[in-house]
């Protein structure tokens, strides 16, 4: 009988620590759906919400591929791929910037997912109701953005939130929605268009 038992106990150990390296497995699985199912879609747009240092800041988000356009009432920003506008109303001028792969993922939410496969490591920090929180580790030691909690629509595959930890201690999030997909857009979508802020001085950084 106590052989029999620790026979009993010993399997239920072995279940459970397969469970544990499934979940490993499923996260990764559920987080390849989620980067398939944005890299099908012909074009996205979202309201958003990015929280900072205790500043809050609303937009409407625009993405095709890996090109976006973000448009807020202090703040807006065009990436074509390359190259990065980005306006502010408070300075009243347009910087031209190359920004690093980790730049682009502090501003545009769904660029952290097109990073996973390359960028990161994905486990499941929670589930409740269709939202699935998914802990993103960088696998680089020296990435400036080191984790993101993701919360994604489990029915949808659609981002809902992404809370951010970089390397200097700074917390950032961004709240994600009604998404709402669309037609393919050309890349002029992504470029900022002088002519329709006459007079304002544009810096070239790069």
């Known amino acids: 009988m106590m052989l029999r038992l620790r026979h009993i106990l010993l399997t239920l150990l072995l279940v459970g620590f397969a469970g544990s390296v499934s979940a490993q497995e499923t996260a990764s699985s ?7 199912k944005l890299q099908q879609s012909k074009s996205l747009t979202a309201k958003y919400t990015a929280v900072a240092d205790g500043h809050a800041q609303s937009g409407l988000l625009t993405v095709c591929g890996d090109r976006f356009k973000l448009v807020s009432p202090s703040v807006s920003c065009w990436f074509d791929g390359t190259t990065q506008w980005t306006y502010s109303t408070a300075v009243g001028e347009i910087n031209i910037t190359t920004p690093t792969p980790e730049e682009l993922q502090q501003v545009n939410p769904f660029a952290i997912i097109q990073a996973f496969r390359r960028s990161y490591t994905a486990t499941v920090a929670s589930q409740s109701g269709s939202d699935v ?16 909690l993701l919360t994604v629509d489990e029915h949808t595959l659609m981002p809902k939130k992404v809370e951010i930890s970089l390397a200097n201690g700074q917390q950032m999030s961004i709240t994600i929605s009604d998404i709402k997909p669309g037609p393919v857009m050309g890349v002029e ?9 006459p007079g304002i001085r544009v810096v070239d950084l790069r």
């Open 30 to 36: 559920f987080m390849n759906r989620v980067v398939n």
């Open 133 to 148: 929180t998914l802990d993103l580790k960088a696998k680089e030691a020296k990435s400036d953005l080191r984790s993101a």
């Open 189 to 197: 979508s992504f470029k900022f268009n002088g002519k329709q802020y």
